[in-house]
T-cell receptor, first 115, second 114 residues
Framework: DTAVSQTPKYLVTQMGNDKSIKCEQNLGHDTMYWYKQDSKKFLKIMFSYNNKELIINETVPNRFSPKSPDKAHLNLHINSLELGDSAVYFC??????????????FGPGTRLTVL | RKEVEQDPGPFNVPEGATVAFNCTYSNSASQSFFWYRQDCRKEPKLLMSVYSSGNEDGRFTAQLNRASQYISLLIRDSKLSDSATYLCVVNNRDSGAGSYQLTFGKGTKLSVIP
């Protein structure tokens, strides 16, 4: 079984649309993350959730909203998609809380293309 | 100055060669350091942590120089399967939020040639 899974793997959509990317982890981890990797391959953290609480929120547009229905899921909803949102979005998870570092396990990524 | 800087490469080396990657970081209060590996169109995966005393895992050796804010990765006896992008990663503590945050370098691309 895949430890961290994301759906869909590929997403092609028009500007202005609203879309969601789902992430699930079956590792029993406490913290989950969303990263964005742009065309220049720069991987940057967007959000992290621990026990349903947002603990990191980088300066991303408020069109992006993470939603965590339970500890095993952290979905990413994007409103009014823009061309610049085209990137690969990675979900990740780690054991433990925010006050310690533990290895992060990444999902396979969702390649978003906005036309 | 970027938080984590790496030479993007590509490094094209023959099988069996020894290759070294370097990385510098700007935050002197950084807590811990790692090398991640990312294959083409795949997710990043932890390769190894980097300790102050230097550490080795098989053909891979990582070193940290806190005074110079410099991290290195040495790969000996390169294999074709080592071809990937190697990401230098620094873990910083956000004192305000009390949480840790990974900062990734852009990566160094390695191609091992038969």
């Amino acid at each position: 079984d895949t430890a961290v899974s994301q759906t869909p793997k590929y997403l092609v959509t028009q500007m202005g649309n609203d879309k969601s990317i789902k992430c699930e982890q079956n590792l029993g981890h406490d913290t989950m993350y969303w990263y964005k990797q742009d065309s220049k391959k720069f991987l940057k953290i967007m959000f992290s959730y621990n026990n349903k609480e947002l603990i990191i929120n980088e300066t991303v547009p408020n069109r992006f909203s993470p939603k965590s229905p339970d500890k095993a899921h952290l979905n990413l909803h994007i409103n009014s998609l823009e061309l610049g949102d085209s990137a690969v979005y990675f979900c990740a998870s780690s054991q433990g809380g925010p006050s310690e570092y533990n290895e992060q396990f990444f999902g396979p990524g969702t390649r978003l293309t906005v036309l | 100055r970027k938080e984590v800087e790496q030479d993007p490469g590509p490094f094209n080396v023959p099988e069996g060669a020894t290759v070294a990657f370097n990385c510098t970081y700007s935050n002197s209060a950084s807590q811990s350091f790692f090398w991640y590996r990312q294959d083409c169109r795949k997710e990043p995966k932890l390769l190894m942590s980097v300790y102050s005393s230097g550490n080795e895992d098989g053909r891979f050796t990582a070193q940290l120089n806190r005074a110079s804010q410099y991290i290195s990765l040495l790969i000996r006896d390169s294999k074709l399967s080592d071809s990937a992008t190697y990401l230098c990663v620094v873990n910083n503590r956000d004192s305000g939020a009390g949480s840790y945050q990974l900062t990734f370098g852009k990566g160094t691309k390695l191609s091992v040639i038969p």
